[in-house]
């Protein structure tokens, strides 16, 4: 052996899984060897509950040496996303902007006596929820009711065409 290596270079520690545990149960696990713990980041996942490591730099199973630092990633949980309330607004803009943000939208399409074609009457969820989540909108296909003019002093054919116009622009 060369006298410019010493023992602490041949010294090798094996990073412990470390995902699924709590920061807390993850630096007292790794204060057993003689390593450091570096940055601790938070991220959002869907995948690992909010406040438990997701996974380390080196991983776990890596083989390192004395003094080496220990990142994490801890997760946030689902990312929270703020929603615009798109009730009376247009039924389009609702679909683009909630897809456009991330979430899966369903949208359903009734009768309405008071919201104009096109609007939204519901929604169901106003302030946030979870990116990638179900949000249903219902939008109004308009009054399901028809105007039937006053064709008691028109004659016959002027009343059948302007029944016939009326009924080709509510079909």
């Given at each position: 052996?060369?006298?410019?290596?010493?023992?602490?270079?041949?010294?090798?520690?094996?990073?412990?899984?470390?995902?699924?545990?709590?920061?807390?149960?993850?630096?007292?696990?790794?204060?057993?060897?003689?390593?450091?713990?570096?940055?601790?980041?938070?991220?959002?996942?869907?995948?690992?509950?909010?406040?438990?490591?997701?996974?380390?730099?080196?991983?776990?199973?890596?083989?390192?040496?004395?003094?080496?630092?220990?990142?994490?990633?801890?997760?946030?949980g689902?990312?929270?996303?703020?929603?615009?309330?798109?009730?009376?607004?247009?039924?389009?803009?609702?679909?683009?902007?909630?897809t456009?943000?991330?979430?899966?939208?369903?949208?359903?399409?009734?009768?309405?006596?008071?919201?104009?074609?096109?609007?939204?009457?519901?929604?169901?969820?106003?302030?946030?929820?979870?990116?990638?989540?179900?949000?249903?909108?219902?939008?109004?296909?308009?009054s399901?009711?028809?105007?039937?003019?006053?064709?008691?002093s028109?004659?016959?054919?002027?009343?059948?065409?302007?029944?016939?116009?009326?009924?080709?622009?509510?079909?």
């Amino acid at each position: 052996w060369s006298s410019d290596v010493c023992s602490s270079d041949l010294e090798r520690y094996i990073i412990p899984t470390l995902s699924g545990l709590t920061p807390e149960a993850a630096v007292t696990a790794l204060a057993k060897l003689p390593i450091k713990v570096g940055t601790i980041t938070e991220v959002f996942t869907a995948k690992t509950p909010q406040g438990y490591v997701i996974d380390s730099t080196p991983s776990a199973g890596t083989s390192v040496k004395r003094d080496s630092t220990i990142d994490m990633r801890v997760s946030k949980g689902i990312e929270q996303i703020a929603i615009k309330d798109y009730v009376g607004q247009s039924g389009e803009q609702a679909l683009t902007e909630l897809t456009d943000a991330g979430f899966k939208v369903d949208a359903l399409y009734t009768y309405d006596e008071k919201v104009i074609a096109g609007g939204v009457i519901s929604q169901s969820a106003t302030t946030s929820a979870p990116k990638g989540s179900l949000i249903k909108v219902v939008i109004s296909k308009g009054s399901i009711y028809t105007f039937v003019p006053n064709i008691y002093s028109l004659s016959e054919a002027k009343a059948r065409a302007l029944l016939l116009e009326i009924g080709r622009a509510h079909v």
